[in-house]
């Protein structure tokens, strides 16, 4: 048995755990352990800095063999799954959960969808060719199907919308699959990648298309991003967060395999579009600036904060692709570890966040408000996470950022760079909304008894900040798996320290920026406690009114509408083109639809036979 | 380099920013003065205003988050000055560079923006609404500005932009090289010090309806502080960028304050635009100047 095979058996096991014995409380924590256990059995494979392992078992189908097998980047890749699998469990494993059931769900559902997709995409990134990958793909479809439909009718219609998306995004693929197979003969990664070389500009954009368009849909790139928000934002707490940490970017994993591995960053400059000046990677990262850019701004739109950060996690994946496609050293390494930053952050804002819905019962920005009274630690969690989602000094997220930015200007790319810094500016004033409303300002007085988030939750919560800051001051160990990715799929590798990125040309050292960020908060403390008289403690009804009287049952929140000055100039560019479009689709098929079902209830069935026939015989004629 | 010197660099510098943004504030009101036919402050008057303002017998606070938010916004200021070189001092500016000094500078930026909004008045965060929304105007042609810099200078290392200029004499300096840059370049610091035409988000002349609203005593002072930082880190930034930074501490320090006048100078003979108008202006004729000169420099 390969390690690979314990792998596989362990991620199964917990699926087989779950389901048998998903009903009893006490199997929350032996989950827990359980998906502790699967990060060990994946640290026991040593793929990312050894060889790739192959997984002793494998199946033919037609003629074609499937088989598994690990290596660096599914070790990445799955080292972020299972842990986002491990926090998520953990924090589940609680409260929650008793107040899950309060609500009237059922914990088996639940532990069982988060298993089964943890379980998936263990597969899914164990693929070693076309049609395993092709397994993974929908077993994770269905999986995430499972987590997000769990949430009761708003949820169950945001999974059937991402449903049709994954379905349309799978023929995709295996129309792509079948162009692949014409040409190679075979559905192996290494015949495949032989063959794709010799692919003529015109099929290589059809490629791109089917296999892009396929992978995108998981990625929420766009047009293909609509579904993601509600389905990630109406899916019940731990599993919003393990969907928006984790979920998406098995698009991205496959866009690395096949596009960045395959195809390669250098084919994609060489192909031009005709009568136009860009090349085939320009197209692509213009279209992750795209997403990092309007996802953002409908996402400070926002009065949910779910759906608020939901939004977020589409705008950040462009940033991952944007990274990526730049394909110098820096560059893709701060894509790669961008997704490792990202589902820290995510994960965190989102448990902090659903700990505020499993305290005050609502996540709507406009009905909360100074809860940081209240939930101190919640707050500090939300803090850590908001600056690392704003690619602020000093967390994660401003790491990977500024390694996308170091590569955009080192290739001479000025409007992307342009591009991904107003997406970062929307991020930060979206994210001082997200904070603002829920935690400073007046405290409603239906929460002044409202007590801190339970244990059970902030104890996953404040170890998810602590990697957040310890992965922002510390970036070393993160940069050195995202080196052994790149070795493996053929990009320059990031020439890296402890503390961050050697460049000859302005690098970075985050050890000596952290540290001297906290010296100066240190100097600021004592000039502000240090001197001067001592700070007395108000009421917050006690402030500078002009005038008025203020009372606790005025509403004195500045909430609604928080950036009202800028929506009056941006807000008419807010135009629902692609809800519209997705309309007109939809739309259109509901016609066809109507058209068949006429055809077949109505015309009589002989002349149907008679049509069908005629078009057989001139096709076999032809 | 010697630790001990390198220790002693990281007080220094800071500590040099602190009094040359003092003398700084004394300049700017002492132009206002001018302009305004009045006699203006005595020399120490900004250490007076900071001894006063802590000297205070009340002091409001709204919180912990309203005092951690006046510690961030000096603190963040305190860091961000030693990654900007001086003459003989560079302090920690290779470990960081123009994009970490630009990210750092915003540090207090978010401590303000957090302490007003514990203050729970709503008119301090209407204050916030607008200076964030004005960031988002002014960081364009910014952000325009610093990658034109850094592409033009093929490093994003401060000290060797400061080299280069230097060797090779004024032809060399950003703004012969880039002019267009540099006028853009002091549009968006008109903005980011928040001065008029475009200080509305901070609203000094009406405090009760922005940011400061619920700020007094040390919270003020604290904000005084970073008032001096800020003043200073924008003038510093510039010269280092367009200016061939300061070849000693006499041309650096004369180069310094002849930048921040042009903006001081410009406030005081301009009305004020709402915000609207502001992002409205920022995203035109800056930008379009930027552009254009990054058209001129790339390849």
């Not at chain 1, 197209?283 to 850019?293: D, G, N, R, S």
């Amino acid at each position: 048995m390969t390690p690979v095979d314990s792998l596989f058996l362990v991620s199964g096991l917990t699926l087989v755990v779950a389901l048998l014995f998903g009903r009893q409380r006490l199997t929350a924590s032996l989950l827990v352990a359980l998906y502790g256990a699967q990060f060990a059995a994946l640290v026991q494979t040593g793929t990312l800095f050894g060889d790739p392992v192959t997984a002793s078992f494998g199946v033919t189908v037609l003629d074609q063999p499937m088989h598994w097998r690990y290596d660096a980047l599914s070790w990445f890749f799955a080292m972020i799954t299972i842990g986002a699998g491990f926090f998520c469990a953990w924090y589940a494993a609680g409260v929650w959960q008793e107040a899950h059931v309060k609500r009237g769900h059922s914990p088996w559902l639940f532990h069982v969808a988060l298993a089964a997709n943890v379980f998936a995409m263990v597969v899914l990134l164990g693929s070693g060719d076309f049609l395993s990958l092709f397994l993974g793909w929908e077993l994770v479809s269905w999986a995430s199907f499972l987590l997000m439909a769990l949430g009761g009718r708003a949820s169950g219609r945001a999974a059937l919308r991402y449903l049709t998306y994954a379905f349309s995004g799978a023929m995709a693929i295996l129309g792509a699959m079948a162009l692949l197979y014409t040409q190679a003969g075979s559905l192996e990664y290494a015949q495949v990648g032989a063959a794709i070389p010799k692919l003529s500009a015109g099929q290589l954009w059809v490629l791109l298309a089917l296999l892009g368009g396929g992978f995108a849909v998981k990625m929420g790139l766009l047009p293909f991003h609509l579904w993601q928000a509600p389905a990630y934002a109406e899916t019940p707490g731990p599993g919003s967060a393990f969907l928006g940490a984790i979920s998406a970017r098995m698009g991205l994993y496959a866009i690395i395999v096949v596009i960045v591995s395959m195809v390669g960053v250098a084919r994609l400059v060489d192909l031009s579009i005709p009568f136009t000046f860009l090349s085939g990677r320009d197209l692509i990262a213009w279209i992750a600036a795209l997403t990092v850019i309007l996802p953002t701004y409908t996402a400070l739109q926002q009065h949910d904060a779910r759906y608020l950060l939901a939004w977020h996690g589409i705008g950040q994946g462009g940033y991952m692709l944007l990274g990526l496609v730049v394909g110098n050293a820096v560059g893709s390494a701060g894509g790669l570890l961008h997704i490792f930053n990202y589902a820290l952050t995510q994960a965190a804002l989102l448990m902090a966040v659903f700990a505020v819905v499993h305290r005050t019962g609502t996540a709507d920005l406009n009905k909360l408000g100074g809860l940081v009274a209240r939930m101190p630690l919640t707050f500090l969690v939300l803090l850590f996470g908001i600056i690392s989602l704003a690619g602020l000094p000093p967390m994660a997220g401003f790491v990977s950022k500024w390694m996308i930015y170091r590569s955009l200007i080192t290739e001479g790319m000025p409007l992307l760079f342009v591009a991904a810094i107003v997406g970062t500016l929307g991020t930060i004033l979206s994210v001082y909304k997200l904070i603002h409303n829920i935690f400073l300002g007046q405290l409603r007085l239906e929460h002044e008894k409202v007590p801190e988030a339970p244990l059970s939750m902030l104890i996953p919560m404040l170890a998810l900040s602590t990697l957040i800051f310890l992965a922002g001051f510390m970036p070393g160990p993160a940069l050195s798996w995202v080196a052994e990715v790149q070795r493996l799929v053929g990009l320059p590798q990031v020439q890296y320290s402890l503390g961050g990125v050697v460049d000859p040309r302005g690098g970075l050292d985050m050890i000596w920026l952290v540290s001297i960020l906290l010296a100066g908060f240190g100097v600021g403390a004592v000039v502000f406690y240090g001197f001067g008289g001592k700070s007395q403690q108000v009421h917050q009804l006690n402030n500078y009114a002009g005038g008025h009287f203020l009372t606790a049952d005025v509403r004195y929140q500045y909430s609604d509408n928080f950036y009202a000055g800028l929506m009056h100039l941006i807000g008419p560019w807010y135009r629902g083109a692609f809800r519209w479009i997705e309309d007109g689709v939809g739309g259109v098929v509901d016609l066809l639809s109507y058209a068949m079902n006429w055809v077949y209830r109505s015309v009589q069935p002989l002349v149907f036979l008679l049509a069908t026939t005629v078009a057989m015989l001139v096709w076999a004629a032809v | 380099m010697e630790w001990k010197t390198l220790a002693l660099e990281l007080v220094l510098m800071p500590l040099v920013a602190f009094i040359v943004g003092m003398a700084m504030v004394l300049m700017m009101r002492k132009i206002a003065a001018k302009l305004q036919r009045r006699v203006g402050p005595p020399l120490l008057q900004p250490l007076y205003d900071i001894v006063k303002l802590h000297a205070k017998q009340t002091q409001v606070s709204h919180g912990l988050i309203h005092e951690i938010g006046i510690v961030m916004a000096i603190g963040g200021y305190v860091a961000a000055e030693t990654l900007l070189p001086v003459p003989g001092m560079n302090g920690i500016a290779a470990q960081g560079g123009l994009i970490a000094l630009l990210y750092m500078t915003m540090i207090p930026s978010l401590g303000l923006a957090l302490g007003v909004g514990q203050c729970a008045n709503p008119n301090g965060s209407i204050g916030i609404s607008r200076a964030l929304t004005a960031m988002l105007a002014y960081d364009v042609p910014l952000v325009i500005v610093i990658f034109g810099v850094a592409f033009h200078y093929g490093t994003i290392n401060l000290v060797d932009m400061i080299a280069t200029q230097q060797a090779g004499g004024v032809a060399t300096w950003g703004a012969a090289q880039m002019p267009l840059l540099a006028i853009a370049g002091l549009f968006a610091m008109q903005g980011m010090l928040g001065k008029q035409p475009f200080e509305i988000y901070v609203a000094p002349a009406e405090i009760a309806t922005g940011p400061m609203v619920e700020m007094g005593g040390k919270f003020l002072g604290g904000l005084f502080v970073m008032q001096c930082f800020q003043l200073y880190t924008a003038a510093v930034l510039y010269v280092t960028l367009f200016l061939g930074g300061g070849e000693n501490w006499a041309t650096f320090l004369v180069k310094s304050f002849a930048v921040l006048a042009i903006p001081v100078t410009i406030a005081m003979v301009f009305p004020r635009y709402r915000t609207e108008d502001l992002v409205r202006l920022m995203w035109k004729w800056p930008v379009m100047l930027g552009l254009l000169g990054l058209a001129f420099i790339l390849p």
